[in-house]
T-cell receptor, first 109, second 112 residues
């Protein structure tokens, strides 16, 4: 099956700093989603981005499908950005989302 | 925001108990999913239903029994679970397969 790798596994930032999270995948995808999992376990949809670039406030994402990677940019980070960020993909007609192991982000004052 | 609800949010059960998890989506979606998130493993798919029909079973043990009476409701019936089944169980829905999936808040299950 498809492999999804996320980097870095852990990231500590001071409030106000910018960061880039990376997701590499091993096959062509028809669905790529970025999620933020809060401390209570809720998965919050950030982007649905199988290709191209999208922006939502301080967050933006870019997927280069031909090179099999996606990037999540967080600018001017806030303590509320802390949590685990997951990339998840699906291929072909499959409905199954395959998740990466996540990037654990901690934003400090 | 979430249009997917799950009950209960927390559940503690013994290995001989029978319990059920409930998921409801208010998004008009046709596909629903159960995922499991264990402490030391990535989130993994358990079951997929599309238009009430099960389309995927990811080699899940028979002590987990899903039920989808309609496109808005999904249940996971649990019986004779093991302590290693303790995990966060997440429900999701999408308009159709391969579309964007939306997740509920999860049920944190502890098997004693």
């Amino acid at each position: 099956g498809i492999q999804v790798e996320q980097s870095p596994p852990d990231l500590i930032l001071q409030e106000g700093a910018n960061s880039t999270l990376r997701c590499n995948f091993s096959d062509s995808v028809n669905n790529l989603q970025w999620f933020h999992q809060n401390p209570w376990g809720q998965l919050i949809n950030l982007f649905y981005i199988p290709s191209g670039t999208k922006q939502n406030g301080r967050l933006s994402a870019t997927t280069v499908a031909t090179e099999r990677y996606s990037l999540l940019y967080i600018s001017s980070s806030q303590t509320t950005d802390s949590g685990v960020y997951f990339c998840a993909v699906s291929t072909g007609t499959a409905s199954k989302l395959t998740f990466g192991t996540g990037t654990r982000l901690q934003v400090t004052l | 925001e979430t249009g997917v609800t799950q009950t209960p949010r927390h559940l503690v059960m013994g290995m001989t108990n029978k319990k059920s998890l409930k998921c409801e989506q208010h998004l008009g979606h046709n596909a629903m999913y159960w995922y499991k998130q264990s402490a030391k493993k990535p989130l993994e798919l358990m079951f997929v239903y599309n238009f009430k029909e099960q389309t995927e079973n990811n080699s899940v043990p028979s002590r987990f029994s899903p039920e989808c009476p309609n496109s808005s409701h999904l249940f996971l019936h649990l019986h004779t679970l093991q302590p290693e089944d303790s995990a966060l169980y997440l429900c999701a829905s999408s308009l159709d397969r391969s579309y964007e999936q939306y997740f509920g808040p999860g049920t944190r299950l502890t098997v004693t």
